[in-house]
C-alpha cells in the first residue's frame, strides 16, 4: 500500500537558517504529493502541493520538488522564522482512476517537529 | 467561503458514553474525510464519502464507530461505548468534485479533541 516517510525530529534551528525536511514515499501509479502544516491545536493547513513530476510546489518562502526517480518530496526553506515553528506532515493522494473510490485519500508521514529560536 | 468547520473542538467524555462529532464541509465540496490523529502521528483515514454514500472504511472503524452524511452536506461521527484509546484528534477534510478540475488538496477542519477519562 501507500506510504509516506518523513525524517526523523524534531528540527531545532536559529532564525535565518536554513531548512530542509526530508521526505520520501511509496505509491502505485501517479500521486499527488502534499506538504500540510499543523500549529498546536489546530488541524492542518495546505503549504503546497504537486501534482506531476518535475513540479514545484512553493508557499511562503517553501519549497518542494516532486522526484519521481528518487520517490521524494523534500521541503525547503531558505531562511525561517519564529513563526514557522508548527509541525510539518508530507502526505501523498493516491493516483488511482479520476473518481474512483480512494481517489484524493491522503496517506501521511508522521510529521516533523520544528522549532525555529530568535 | 467559511472553511470547513467542526463542533465540537473539544470533548472530554466517560468511559463508556457514546459521543457525535459534527463536520460542515466547504459548500460544493461533495468529497468528505475523516482522520483520526493520535498525539506524534500522522493523521490515520478513517472513512470517506462522496455525496451522501459512504464508498470506503478503514479497518480501524471497529464496529463501535459510525459515519452518516445524510443529504450529502454536513457529517456527523459518532463513536459508541467509548474506550481510552478513543483518545485522538478527530480531523475532517473536504474536498471538490474532480470535474471542475480544482486542486487535488483536501482542506481541513480545526478538529475535535477527544478525551476519555
Known amino acids: 500500500g501507500d506510504s509516506v516517510t518523513q525524517m526523523e525530529g524534531p528540527v531545532t534551528l536559529s532564525e535565518e537558517a536554513f531548512l530542509t525536511i526530508n521526505c520520501t514515499y511509496t505509491?502505485?501509479?501517479?500521486?499527488?504529493l502534499f506538504w500540510y502544516v499543523q500549529y498546536p491545536g489546530e488541524g492542518l493547513q495546505l503549504l503546497l502541493k504537486?501534482?506531476?513530476?518535475?513540479d514545484k510546489g512553493s508557499n511562503k518562502g517553501f519549497e518542494a520538488t516532486y522526484r519521481k526517480e528518487t520517490t521524494s518530496f523534500h521541503l525547503e526553506k531558505g531562511s525561517v522564522q519564529v513563526s514557522d515553528s508548527a509541525v510539518y506532515f508530507c502526505?501523498?493522494?493516491?493516483?488511482?482512476?479520476?473518481?474512483?473510490?480512494?481517489?484524493?485519500?491522503?496517506?501521511f508521514g508522521q510529521g516533523t517537529i520544528l522549532t525555529v529560536h530568535p | 467561503d467559511t472553511g470547513v468547520s467542526q463542533n465540537p473542538r473539544h470533548k472530554i467524555t466517560k468511559r463508556g458514553q457514546n459521543v457525535t462529532f459534527r463536520c460542515d464541509p466547504i459548500?460544493?465540496?461533495?468529497?468528505l474525510y475523516w482522520y483520526r490523529q493520535t498525539l506524534g502521528q500522522g493523521p490515520e483515514f478513517l472513512t470517506y464519502?462522496?455525496?451522501?454514500?459512504?464508498?470506503?472504511k478503514s479497518r480501524l472503524l471497529s464496529d463501535r464507530f459510525s459515519a452518516e452524511r445524510p443529504k450529502g452536506s454536513f457529517s456527523t461521527l459518532e463513536i459508541q461505548r467509548t474506550e481510552q484509546g478513543d483518545s485522538a484528534m478527530y480531523l475532517c477534510?473536504?474536498?471538490?468534485?474532480?470535474?471542475?478540475?480544482?486542486?487535488?488538496?483536501?482542506?481541513f477542519g480545526q478538529g475535535t479533541r477527544l478525551t476519555v477519562v
Open positions: 477534510a473536504s474536498r471538490a468534485p474532480t470535474f471542475r478540475q480544482s486542486g487535488p488538496e483536501a482542506f
Open positions: 505509491a502505485t501509479g501517479y500521486p499527488s
Open positions: 504537486a501534482t506531476k513530476a518535475d
Open positions: 502526505a501523498l493522494a493516491g493516483g488511482g482512476i479520476a473518481g474512483g473510490t480512494s481517489y484524493g485519500k491522503l496517506t
Open positions: 459548500s460544493e465540496h461533495n468529497r
Open positions: 464519502f462522496q455525496n451522501e454514500a459512504q464508498l470506503e
